[in-house]
């Protein structure tokens, strides 16, 4: 296989899937090493030789996202890569399991890979691993596991290795080091249902993604805003250090590609720049929601493929060895940095969220100073429309936000999408003319309650 160094990584990772007989894509990707030996994913949509800059071209094609529930993949094939990548997990200690699980997850790796048990060959699986601390102990008990799966098909097994799997609480979790606001080492891991903080192994809080209105960063100080509770006024915000300015990039870009792929329906379109404003990052990839649907229309018989080379001791090591700059109009060189995370579950509700930003140098200013804060709430039969004013100044410079959320409540045959999109940004720009609308995100989500729940 062969890829110019001026190539793209799209380029090289096309290559890599069509070698893999892979269709089901989305959930991988392309990883090297940078000069400080941390992981990097290859940039889909940039040259390789601007992305490895020094150092060997050493590539790793792992998973990146997780699925939730790998039952719903359609072929067998995806699975099976899915297994290689967790088993790589476990026995290198990323994915941490009980006695019990690795047994368990062991009698379904021997399955897959070996088929029914032998009973004249009692010394099979001993060229398997199952475990960071592999015992004779560990091989005994996968051994009385397998004896009962006789008739099972690898893909049969596999799919049992994933339902067990998919509920360890480490599984899809990628740890970042950071450090708390009074200096404690912690541990920052980004998956599917949003933000979670460990500390000495333990996960002591999680923010879900709906609760989550902004993730930032600057410097090497990685920041998120909570959305208030129940009984709360205001948002909060939590601040963390992380090792480095580009620690921090990665962690940012991490939350802005999961965010967009578990959450979003479709993938946001990188804005026009506006007098140099913005950044053009964005998760370019299809959502999870996508690759269902596009993994719903293959048509191709079920590919043959030999499960073999991963399953010697050494076990595969798989193939393995961000910011919004909003720049002041005026100076061009105020930054503001965030993404704005927009999702909200409602009962047969739509559910549209626009926000408008303008930003000011002030220098005279104290930076995060809130001016001023103001919520205009107004309701019709099938409407409600929350307005909400802040003026805050940070870092220096005046920022005026608005964000308007237009909550549309009946059946969804009964609501015209377009044309209540197009009047919540009319109403918009007729009541701030001196705006522009930045963002726009739908969101219809349904909630069904289950049988015998009031």
């Not at 380029?11 to 090297?32: P, Q, W």
């Not at 890569?81 to 047994?103: E, K, N």
Request: with cysteine.
């Amino acid at each position: 296989m062969t890829v110019d160094k001026r190539a793209r990584g799209q380029l090289l990772f096309a290559k890599v899937c069509d070698h893999l007989n892979l269709l089901e894509t989305d959930y991988f990707g392309i990883t090297y090493r940078d000069v400080e030996n941390q992981k990097n994913w290859l940039d889909p949509n940039k040259e390789l030789k601007k992305q490895i800059r020094s150092g060997p071209w050493n590539f790793g094609f792992n998973v990146k996202f997780y699925p939730p529930d790998p039952a719903q993949l359609s072929e067998d094939i995806t699975r099976y890569y899915l297994c290689l990548q967790l088993r790589d997990d476990m026995v290198s200690g990323r994915l941490p399991c009980s006695f019990a699980t690795h047994t368990i997850l062991g009698s379904y790796t021997v399955q897959s890979e070996l088929g029914d048990y032998d009973p004249e060959d009692t010394e099979y699986n001993r060229e398997l691993r199952f475990a960071p601390n592999h015992t004779k102990e560990l091989e005994d008990k996968v051994m009385d596991l397998h004896k009962n799966y006789k008739g099972m098909t690898p893909a049969e097994a596999e799919l049992h290795f994933l339902e067990n799997a998919k509920k360890l609480s480490m599984y899809g979790v990628d740890l970042h080091h950071a450090k708390d606001s009074e200096g404690v080492e912690i541990m920052l891991g980004v998956c599917s249902s949003g933000l979670l903080i460990y500390r000495d192994r333990l996960r002591i809080n999680r923010f879900a993604w709906p609760k989550v209105l902004k993730i930032s960063y600057k410097r090497n100080n990685f920041y998120i805003k909570i959305r208030p509770g129940e009984f709360e006024q205001f948002e909060s915000t939590i601040g963390f250090k992380l090792p480095n300015h580009r620690a921090a990039k990665r962690l940012w870009k991490t939350c802005v590609e999961h965010h967009t792929f578990f959450r979003l329906v479709s993938p946001e379109v990188p804005p026009k720049k506006f007098l140099g404003l913005g950044s053009k990052f964005r998760y370019s990839g299809r959502t999870q929601a996508q690759t269902r649907r596009v993994s719903s229309q293959i048509i191709r018989a079920a590919p043959i493929f030999e499960r073999s080379s991963s399953k010697r001791y050494t076990m595969s090591r798989s193939l393995d060895g961000g910011k919004d700059d909003l720049l002041c109009s005026k100076c061009s060189q105020c930054p503001i940095r965030y993404l704005i995370l927009s999702s909200m579950l409602y009962t047969e509700i739509e559910s549209l969220r626009l926000t408008a930003i303008l930003g000011d140098c002030d220098g005279d200013a104290e930076p995060g100073v809130l001016m001023s804060a103001q919520t205009i709430t107004s309701e019709t039969t099938s409407t409600t429309t929350t307005t909400h004013i802040t003026k805050t100044v940070k870092g220096g410079i005046s920022e005026t936000r608005i964000e308007k959320r237009i909550v549309i409540t009946g059946d969804s045959g009964d609501i015209d999408h377009d044309q209540a999109l197009a009047q919540a940004i009319k109403e918009a720009k007729e009541q701030h003319p001196d705006m522009s609308v930045t963002k726009v995100v739908v969101h219809k989500e349904t909630e069904i309650t289950p049988e015998g729940e009031d």
